[in-house]
């Protein structure tokens, strides 16, 4: 037949083989593409292409802050210059003894002992006389620690003068609780303690009990402890000394370290 192209094939056909014109729908079986099965293999297993790190793949440690410059803070991110504020510690504790604040007058008067120990008898002159600070020598101003607020009561330089004039050493003793209670320091008493000497003259011993009422310390008035420690100080005998105040507590610090007691007038008392 002419213009009738003739199909020739080249092998022999295998019998069972589909024809391999017919797909799944004649119920032939297609056999797998090799280039397929590879490109679909490398598109599971193909790996992204590198990029940013993600922050939240690992933590990142915080920059070391700097202790001698200047430097971000990583948490804030405010500049920090030099080094960091060391830690505030509190108060240091109060010792369980009173402190001793010497004046310029600080020595031992043998003369005034000398008499006191030979007249002997209830008229003997004290080796000694200690006067309470706050109410008794100067107005009671609470918790002062301002030396102008200092103001010597009327009388009171006329009778310290009286006691120095026939050669007995003078002395303060005082309960300041408001160092306990944070309201002073050492410098605030020892500021107010210049200013009185100013007023009033040097006094030979200062013993100042700064501890509160309850903490149990042995030198808060009515305890003898300051009034131990001013006449261990001046090397006199308790019992040789008098002391001066306005209040019981006076009173009774005084009779409990065996010295004489005297309580001056006041509106309080």
Request: hydrophobic share 35%; net charge positive; proline share 13%.
């Amino acid at each position: 037949m002419a213009g009738r192209h003739r199909r020739v094939r080249l092998g022999p056909r295998r019998s069972g083989a589909p024809h391999p014109r017919r797909g799944r729908r004649h119920g032939g079986h297609q056999r797998p593409d090799p280039a397929r099965s590879v490109l679909a293999l490398a598109a599971r297993t193909v790996v992204a292409p590198p990029g940013p790190p993600d922050d939240r793949a690992a933590p990142r440690r915080p920059p070391a802050r700097s202790t001698s410059g200047a430097g971000p803070d990583h948490r804030t991110g405010a500049v920090v210059t030099g080094r960091p504020a060391a830690r505030r510690r509190g108060p240091a504790p109060l010792p369980p003894y009173p402190w001793l604040l010497d004046g310029p007058a600080a020595r031992h008067h043998p003369a005034a002992a000398g008499r006191a120990s030979r007249r002997g008898g209830s008229d003997a002159l004290p080796q000694a006389v200690f006067f309470d600070r706050d109410g008794t020598l100067i107005a009671d101003v609470p918790y002062n620690g301002d030396p102008d607020l200092v103001a010597p009561l009327p009388t009171a330089r006329e009778a310290v003068a009286a006691v120095r004039a026939l050669g007995i050493p003078v002395g303060v003793v005082s309960n300041q609780s408001g160092v306990a209670r944070g309201l002073l320091t050492r410098r605030h008493v020892e500021a107010v303690r210049a200013r009185v000497e100013d007023l009033l003259g040097p006094f030979a011993v200062w013993a100042i009990c700064p501890h509160g009422p309850d903490d149990g310390c042995g030198c808060r008035k009515p305890s003898p402890g300051l009034l131990h420690a001013a006449c261990r100080r001046l090397g006199v005998r308790p019992e040789h000394t008098v002391l001066i105040g306005d209040i019981a507590a006076d009173l009774g610090a005084a009779r409990a370290a065996g010295a004489r007691g005297i309580l001056v007038p006041t509106p309080q008392t």
